[in-house]
């Protein structure tokens, strides 16, 4: 069974860092774009930040400049380093992947099980 398992999260006061690190596991044909989003209290699931298995990022405007998204394809992970964090970066952050389970099938969506961030003084 594939999972994406989440770590990183926490709390962190205004202008600091975090990581985020989010690994597929199981059994798998191939892992082809990774992904964070994340969702505040009363607001949309949003992408942050997305990269294909080529190694090319697209962020979301609101955190050009600030985050990084990266990835170890030998190791199917992803990690997002976020600097200069503000409070309006607080949200559960959601990994996601688009996961193919054997070399005849198409991709399929995974989704983590969301991990917090809260930026606060």
């Known amino acids: 069974q594939v999972q994406l398992v989440e770590s990183g999260g926490g709390l962190v006061q205004p202008g600091g860092s975090l990581r985020l690190s989010c690994a597929a596991s199981?059994?798998?044909?191939?892992?082809?774009?990774m992904a964070w989003y994340r969702q505040a209290p009363g607001k949309q699931r949003e992408l942050v930040a997305i990269i294909n298995s080529g190694g090319s990022t697209d962020y979301a405007d609101s955190v050009k400049g600030r985050f990084t998204l990266s990835r170890d394809n030998a190791k199917n992970t992803v990690n997002l380093q976020m600097n200069s964090l503000k409070p309006e970066d607080t949200a559960v952050y959601y990994c996601?992947?688009?996961?193919?389970?054997?070399?005849?099938?198409?991709?399929?969506?995974?989704w983590g099980q969301g991990t917090q961030v809260t930026v606060s003084s």
């Open positions: 996601n992947a688009q996961i193919r389970s054997s070399e005849l099938s198409s991709s399929r969506t995974y």
């Open positions: 199981g059994r798998f044909f191939s892992v082809n774009a």
